[in-house]
Nanobody, 129 residues
Framework: QVQVEESGGGLVQAGGSLRLSCTASGRPFSAFVMAWFRQSPREEREFVAALRFDGGTTYYADSVNGRFTISRDGTKKTVYLEMHSLKPEDAGKYYC??????????????????????WGRGTRVTVSS
């Protein structure tokens, strides 16, 4: 049984920074593609960032590219999402997701919710203007 758990959400002013963390257990951490998605009220869950099993390649939504950084620490079995220059539109519930594939041949797959088998319960990010 794979368990995914996020932490680090909170309230931040526009222009500020926040770091989210995610742990995945139940299988070797190095076996996972990991990703972050987010969802705001009345919106669909959208892709934010993803990385392959070794962290060698990362992918970002256009809306966060240059402001957010996804990374992983294999020794801590943790994936991070560093968020800078936060905007009110970045607010929402952030979900960490994991998939048992180590990487995808087709880059577009990293952005698809349906590719990920394991999800956390989410952590809320609020950005005040």
């Amino acid at each position: 049984q794979v368990q995914v758990e996020e932490s680090g959400g909170g309230l931040v002013q526009a222009g500020g920074s926040l770091r989210l963390s995610c742990t995945a257990s139940g299988r070797p951490f190095s076996a996972f593609v990991m990703a972050w998605f987010r969802q705001s009220p009345r919106e669909e869950r959208e892709f934010v960032a993803a990385l392959r099993f070794d962290g060698g390649t990362t992918y970002y939504a256009d809306s966060v590219n240059g402001r957010f950084t996804i990374s992983r620490d294999g020794t801590k079995k943790t994936v991070y999402l560093e968020m800078h220059s936060l905007k009110p539109e970045d607010a929402g519930k952030y979900y960490c997701a994991a998939d048992g594939d180590r990487y995808y041949e087709r880059p577009s797959r990293y952005r698809m919710r349906g590719e990920y088998d394991y999800w956390g319960r989410g952590t809320r990010v609020t950005v005040s203007s």
